[in-house]
């Protein structure tokens, strides 16, 4: 029997607003995540994103709201989105296989001091597992945005953010809502400290 017109919707908003509220028992790792990433911008070093599907697209979101803007003006922050090159993405694919995608833009990109947050609802995405892997053995500050359980990147993470559900759906609405909490936070408070140790300007090229 279907539900009444309308029913599911609210049963899904209902659901929604749940796994929201529990978000509140994780404010502590998300004030860790938000930490570690300030003191990352604030030592000239990047804040790296990847993910696949949907968690491909937060990644590419995330990444836009540093290197733009969030909710104020201010400089540009450094943002990266591993997920966005195709040449790269289907290069690296068809020479090593797609479980190496990420791992080797970090081995080529990261940097010691740097941030790698790796995006999977489940957790057991092995491209995103391996990234993380290969980031630890370089010096990079590691990030599971996941679900329920953790799944293996929750294992092998510095920091985690496990979102108390199991449905992709709601996990993918909690990881955005989680990322904007992150840039919020990194824009009201990195800005300040790079206005006030401002790097030395270039000297133009001559000709």
Known sequence: MRPAPGNEFSIAIADHLAVVDALHAQCADLQSIADCMTNALCNGNKILWCGNGGSAADAQHLAAELVGRFRRERRGMAGVALTT???ILTAVANDYGYDTIFERQVEAIGSAGDVLVGISTSGNSLNIANAIEKA?????WTVAFTGRGGGRIARIA??????????????????ILAGHLLCDWVEQHVPVFLETHA???????KG
């Open 158 to 175: 510095h920091y985690v953010l496990a979102v108390a559900s199991s449905d992709t759906a709601r996990i993918q609405e909690v990881h």
């Open 199 to 205: 790097l030395p300007a270039i000297a133009a090229i």
């Open 85 to 87: 090159d195709t040449s």
């Open 136 to 140: 630890s053995a370089m010096g990079l």
